[in-house]
T-cell receptor, first 113, second 116 residues
Framework: ETGVTQSPTHLIKTRGQQVTLRCSSQ?????VSWYQQALGQGPQFIFQ???????GRGNFPPRFSGLQFPNYSSELNVNALELDDSALYLC????????????FGPGTRLTVL | DQQVKQNSPSLSVQEGRISILNCDYT??????FLWYKKYPAEGPTFLIS?????DKNEDGRFTVFLNKSAKHLSLHIVPSQPGDSAVYFC???????????????FGKGTHLIIQP
């Protein structure tokens, strides 16, 4: 069973640029969530995708957007990057149902200069 | 306003003894609670969870206790082992009657250090 994978591992961008991060769900999982983890903080929920549609969002502006594909892989897009967007971005997947355990990938470390 | 609080940034425990990590929450709509363990340069790893209809869940060396009236949960690790040294996050999920997203709300984490 393949776990959650994310790419790239590290990324450096400059303020104002756009970035796309990618995630492959764990086999059999149909729900994907994205989280932002700033230094010294816990992960913060950005949004969740189920059946290729966003079905919930945390307190993040519209310049954070995403996609989920038919194979349940997902992208996180961030436009007009700001210095505060520097963080570890985590993708988590699960199977929609009675349990709520989410399984995380290793994350993408984004640095905005 | 932090809805999930882990008030101890770090905790040092001797190998073989019990580690107790604490977590408090404020949102009464939380109905499911999870503990994750995180090593540097890795994503969080799921450890154990508990539904709000229970007050205890056990899995090997790990036991989670939930006190709903106090809005408090704790993770007990017995016996503590060197490999348990990591950052532990408490997380909570809110009940949505119409389905929809169930993003997790995390605390800031507690760094557990197991001393040999």
């Amino acid at each position: 069973e393949t776990g959650v994978t994310q790419s790239p591992t590290h990324l450096i961008k400059t303020r104002g640029q756009q970035v796309t991060l990618r995630c492959s769900s764990q086999s059999g999982h149909n729900t994907v969530s994205w989280y932002q983890q700033a230094l010294g903080q816990g992960p913060q929920f950005i949004f969740q995708y189920y059946r290729e549609e966003e079905n919930g969002r945390g307190n993040f502006p519209p310049r954070f957007s995403g996609l989920q594909f038919p194979n349940y892989s997902s992208e996180l897009n961030v436009n007009a990057l700001e210095l505060d967007d520097s963080a570890l971005y985590l993708c988590a997947s699960r199977t929609a149902g009675t349990t709520k355990e989410q399984f995380f990938g290793p994350g993408t470390r984004l640095t905005v200069l | 306003d932090q809805q999930v609080k882990q008030n101890s940034p770090s905790l040092s425990v001797q190998e073989g003894r019990i580690s107790i990590l604490n977590c408090d929450y404020t949102n009464s709509m939380f109905d499911y609670f999870l503990w994750y363990k995180k090593y540097p340069a890795e994503g969080p790893t799921f450890l154990i969870s508990i539904s709000s209809i229970k007050d205890k869940n056990e899995d090997g060396r790990f036991t989670v206790f939930l006190n709903k009236s106090a809005k408090h949960l704790s993770l007990h690790i017995v016996p503590s082992q060197p490999g348990d040294s990591a950052v532990y996050f408490c997380a909570a999920s809110e009940y949505y009657s119409g389905g929809g997203a169930d993003g997790l709300t995390f605390g800031k984490g507690t760094h557990l250090i197991i001393q040999p």
